[in-house]
């Protein structure tokens, strides 16, 4: 019998649903509409309408604020004017589905709900119904949900439309044999996402077999070959040319892998001995204390979350923590980061793009489901806003994972049986991989909505437990995870030396109608493949019981060298692990960086510095980012010491402290580093300074520079455009030469392009940005610092000499003169190093109370967000800070000069301090005031700002302050 | 030896510290998933106290905490009668709050829902430090025994949650006062009541925080004491110099009422 149960919030109550819909059509300009909203359950099953009553009443609704009524049909009654329900897709995952079922099973003691699903009635008031079926679109997402028509529901007698048809076996053959070259183009590129070259090269494979290959066959040559799986862009050789905007030649240089021979190299030659397993796995692992290790990978998932925000980040970060997971014999994930790139909000909206507020919230909403889900704290991360966002945002998700020394290498050997485990196959994310190697255009919607997807956080979670238990049993001795590309990566790379088979019938689908391709390249969230001995098969079902995991054995390790895949007896892809691994063709590319005239112009000095130092507060990139962090959970597991959030006023923090085991004394200091700005000045340089920035902020939190490992995560436009690639190639040499000189290694990276998007026509790219996140080991709590000012009295000290050096900085944005000026701060690594150690191992003497690092909106805006964390203030000089160039009061207090500090130090340490810190640039630029605010004297000794505590405050928190 | 049983299911994520923060107490601690106790009901009965941890048990689908409470009901109502008769003590943290209420465990173990805790009133999860006033005048006695020792009149734990406004018809609340039930309210840094966000960041009626069953013996909270075991736990830790980690307290005060 198919049941409609509508739950509604009755009369009296707050309904937070129907609230954050009216600021939907507020937003839109409707601020009279009123909302009704219903949520309602599908459910399907032998079930009496009694029992379904009491279904409803026990299971489904808060006797104490809603109320319901049950339907015996699909839509019950017809919508009205103004009114409409949405359900998911078909084929589209409905996370609640599960809990239901389950939840009416404990109830009734059977199984008697065999088919369950979701969705919402909205009812909107005081609004013409012309002017809801324009605005309608807002409220739901067509890629994952739609709009029922009644004529066709009304009519349902069943939910098995929504659980797809039955699938016929056919094998499928592609005659690539005798095709013609352009032919041959055309099939790469539609839906394959290869080229000429790599067309040819698997023509050539199949003409030597004689024979022509499956479907399957070619897409796992495309998902294995995909810019997103092997990074054949920055693998490639590249022909690269400076040349200055004259378009005189300045440099030309040829390129054999720039990956090799940039980030994988520093880390080579650096040799550091903390490093335990670097690029080769699906996180970085280095040495935390006697019995752990610590792995930490950061991923993007720009694309999907350009497309459905929810799902884009949700998804993310679901895929990162199963990296982590996937690390060596698996690692228990104990933080998360994020880092976000978008429009500012007040862009206006253009046509087949998501205003950036529904994206931002969108992909704040989805970090915050997964990981507060999952139970893991997210702790740090940043969030930048350039109109060339628009229609690509970037969407970064960290995750870090404690592993025993013991368990950080896979083995694999013939006759282990391949496991798949966790949630089931369905259509979801397929062409993910393929996808995401595709520029976005105006249409993206329409092709990509089977490469969207909604995870489901408790799956994994569940997932987690049972990982963790099997893997402390020693029942496997290989894991990995199903990302990009699904079991096709997955089962493909981890059997890579030896060969595998693999039953494609056997693996768990959520619903019929699968082909055999689509199951083995279908991105579907929440599944892991495992590797073990066939003897511990019991023990491992055992756990996988309890836990309440899928699982199904779906083939074996052989030693034939071949991929080879079989649908009900029948092989449908055989191919030699050579070919598949190492057939590609080296990709050849032109880049080309044209270096910028070198532009000063005058800059009018400010006349009011207050008005400056507000404006700087309340900018996009600036301000407060409490909105955000309060949604994650940042304190769950109980080990973060210092938070984004620290002091009794809850100001910003440089860098999270995490502990994350609690009988030890060793800690963890997580930072990140990013400035796309720069890159419009020179992307070189932009990589040394957010390089810089990341470490600085590990040294602000009493971190150690000599125990130190950084991730590159690179976005970038499309690798057919040769000055993309020249951007790549300078941040590269960039990575190369600044994290030499710091003499810190990468230990894991990823780079992603085609980040661009077209409006009308119109190419518009984003700027290069390289993420740098870095992780620190701290022998225990006694380095660590807080930025928060600790006692009237003590001194405020700057660490480092201040330049004039404006180019992209937020003052320079802030107040319109961007374009005046675009030479970028200067960084001396060499220097810094050094600075960064004296940091250190002041703070483990306890010499410095508070530290903060400067940088955006210069040393005004790290006085005053030191201010914020407490109830003390600061008197400032600008006369005492070491300064190079013309020493105005502005630039004196807003560049952006890297590698520096403010310190606060206690007047009993004064002598100590300053001799660590002889032969460093410093000066002692005023004291912590009982009287809040922030009071800076200029440069002829009189008061050019004077903020008190509570405008610091307003101005700081006032942006975002009504999300 | 006191033993504590910390029960948890798909979703639990807090089970670890909370663990942590019995066996820092000096109890043995173990954690069951609700599939083993399901199976082993008897099993309850080797154990002093039973803790229902925070997390999103069942990804808080339906509404937070609602499926382990039926599962809890539906499965356990006769064994967690006999654990309360028989001397035991059970603490709910968030989730496990959650799941206290709508099994109608708390306030009364009639295993009928007659309190709610809905969706905050700014609609957001929320991860945040708050104030909490202790009146003991107003505080059963057994309570103030179990969980209060050593206490001051106000305390500061972390809240972090979606669903915690407390709710309840007037005459329950009257009924709830006059048993003396109200433990923690939501307050300011002085101990002060008051009503006006973030003082009671989620809306709570009559900012109600916590709340015991009649005999003072279940309690039930929406802070989470578990993430306040160590100074640094705090966010001005580096400021204050003595601080007494006030969750810490709470789970020392469980484990020492059973030594006393």
Known sequence: ?963 | MVKTLILRTAGTNCDLETKLAFEIAGAKSYLWHINRVKQNPAGLKEFNILCFPGGFTYGDDISAGKILANQIKFWLKNEISAFLNKGGIILGICNGFQVLVKAGILPDCGFRQKISLLANTSGKFEDRWVYLEINRDKINKTACNIWLKGLPETICLPIAHAEGRFYAEKEQIKQLQENRQIIFRYSDKTGKVKESYPFNPNGSMYNIAGITDLTGRVLGLMPHPERYLFKEHIPFWQKERNIIPFGRKIFENAVNYFKQ
């Open chain 1, 1 to 963: 019998m198919l049941i409609r149960v509508e739950i509604f919030i009755q009369p009296g109550h707050i309904d937070p649903q129907a609230e954050s819909i009216k600021k939907i059509f507020a937003s839109l300009g409707y601020k009279q509409a009123g909302v009704e909203f219903r949520r309602i359950y599908f459910l399907e099953g032998s079930i009496s309408k009694q029992e379904a009553e009491s279904i409803a009443k026990q299971v489904l609704v808060d006797p104490f604020n809603e109320g319901f009524k049950v339907f015996y049909s699909f839509l019950g009654r017809k919508p009205g004017p103004c009114e409409i329900e949405i359900v998911y897709n078909p084929g589209v995952t409905d996370p609640v589905s599960q809990s239901v079922k389950s939840a009416a099973a404990d109830m009734l003691g059977r199984n008697a709900v065999s088919f369950a699903r979701t969705g919402r009635r909205i009812k909107v008031s005081g609004i013409k119904e012309k002017e809801f079926s324009d605005i309608e679109k807002f409220l739901f997402n067509p890629l994952i949900e739609h709009k029922v028509s009644y004529s066709k529901y009304s009519r349902l007698k069943t939910l098995d439309e929504f659980s797809g048809k039955n699938y016929e076996f056919k094998l499928i053959k592609v005659n690539l044999l005798d095709a013609e070259d352009a032919d041959l183009e055309r099939i790469g590129k539609e839906g394959l996402s290869l080229n000429l070259a790599e067309m040819k090269t698997i023509r050539e494979y199949f003409r030597k077999l004689g024979r022509s290959p499956t479907d399957c066959e070619l897409e796992t040559l495309a998902q294995t070959w995909s810019e997103h799986c092997v990074h054949k862009t920055f693998r490639g050789n590249l022909h690269y040319r400076e040349k200055d905007s004259r378009g005189n030649l300045l440099k030309e240089e040829k390129i054999t892998n720039l990956l090799k021979n940039t980030i994988a190299k520093v880390t080579n030659e650096l040799n550091s001995d903390y490093c335990v397993s670097v690029f080769e796995d699906n996180s970085g692992i280095i040495k935390f204390n006697s019995q752990y290790n610590v792995c930490f990978k950061v991923e993007t998932h720009n694309h999907p979350s350009a497309l459905e925000p929810f799902g884009g980040a949700s998804t993310g970060i679901g895929g990162v923590i199963r990296d982590i997971l996937g690390t060596g014999k698996g690692a228990y994930p104990i933080a998360s980061t994020d880092i976000f790139c978008f429009a500012q909000p007040n862009t206006p909206a253009v046509e087949g793009v998501l205003a950036p507020a529904r994206i931002i919230k969108g992909v704040v909403e989805g970090v915050k489901d997964y990981g507060n889900k999952m139970g893991i704290p997210t702790v740090n991360g940043a969030v930048l806003f350039d109109q060339r966002f628009l229609g690509n945002p970037l969407v970064f998700c960290g995750n870090i994972g404690l592993i025993p020394k013991d368990k950080c290498f896979k083995e694999i050997s013939p006759g282990q049986v391949i496991i798949v485990a966790g949630g089931k196959t369905g259509k979801d994310g397929i062409h993910g991989a393929t996808f995401s190697s595709a520029e976005l255009h105006t249409k993206s919607t329409e092709v990509s909505s089977s490469a969207v997807q909604i995870g489901s956080p408790i799956e994994e979670k569940k997932l987690a437990s049972a990982i963790i238990k099997a893997r402390d049993k020693n029942l496997y001795s290989a894991i990995t995870d199903c990302g990009a590309g699904g079991l096709s990566s997955a089962a493909g790379e981890i059997s890579q030396k030896w060969g595998c088979k693999v039953d494609l019938e056997k693996v768990p689908l959520k619903y019929q109608g699968l082909s055999y391709t689509e199951i083995w390249i279908s991105e579907s969230q929440e599944r892991m493949v495992i590797v073990a001995d066939k003897k511990n098969l019991p023990a491992l079902d055992k756990i996988f019981q309890e836990e309440e995991v899928n699982y199904a054995v779906i083939g074996e390790i052989t030693d034939t060298k071949k991929l080879e895949l079989f649908y009900q007896g029948e092989n449908v892809c055989s191919l030699d692990m050579n070919f598949l691994y190492n057939g590609l063709p080296k990709i050849e590319k032109k880049a080309v960086w044209v270096k910028p005239e070198i532009i000063k112009r005058q800059i009018p000095a400010p006349s009011d510095y207050n008005l400056i130092i507000k404006k700087l507060l309340s900018s996009y990139n600036i301000c407060s980012k409490e909105w955000i962090i309060r949604q994650y959970d940042h304190e769950v597991q109980a080990g973060t010491f210092i938070k984004p959030l620290m002091g009794e006023n809850f100001g910003p923090a440089d860098a999270a402290v995490i502990k994350p085991v609690f009988s030890k004394k060793e800690l963890l200091a997580i930072s990140c580093g990013i400035n796309p700005f720069y890159s419009d000045c020179d992307p070189y340089f932009m990589a040394g300074l957010v390089i810089d920035e990341a470490l600085r902020n590990i040294t602000a939190a009493g971190g150690n520079i000599n125990h130190t490992a950084m991730l590159d995560n690179f976005c970038l436009g499309s690798a057919e455009d040769e000055k993309v690639l020249g951007d790549l190639v300078r941040t590269a040499k960039g990575c190369y030469d600044f994290a030499r000189a710091y003499k810190v290694p990468f230990i894991s990276g990823k780079d992603s392009f085609y980040n661009e998007f077209k409006i009308s026509g119109e190419r518009i790219v984003i700027p290069a940005t390289l993420l740098i996140s870095a992780l620190s080991v701290l022998p225990d709590k006694e380095s660590c610092m807080s930025c928060v000012f600790k006692k009237e009295k003590n001194l405020l000290y700057v660490l480092g000499r201040t330049g004039e050096e404006m180019g992209g900085s937020e003052y320079l944005r802030i107040s319109g003169n961007i374009n005046a000026d675009n030479r970028l701060p200067q960084v001396f690594p060499e220097r810094a190093r050094r600075l960064y150690e004296k940091v250190y191992s002041s703070a483990r003497q306890k010499i410095i109370e508070s530290c903060h690092d400067c940088s955006d909106g210069g040393l005004a805006v790290a006085l005053a967000e030191m201010c914020l964390g407490s109830n003390l203030g600061a008197d400032i000089f600008t006369a005492e800070i070491p300064f190079s160039g013309e020493k105005r009061d502005d630039y004196v207090l807003f560049s952006e000069t890297p590698s520096r500090f403010v310190a606060e130090v206690s007047l009993e340490n004064r002598e100590k301090f300053e001799q660590e810190f002889a032969g460093f640039d410093y000066g002692i630029i005023g004291c912590v005031s009982e009287k809040p605010g922030l009071r800076i004297y200029g440069l002829n000794s009189k008061i050019i700002a004077d903020l008190s505590g509570e405008e610091l405050d307003f101005y700081w928190r006032k942006t975002f302050s009504n999300w």
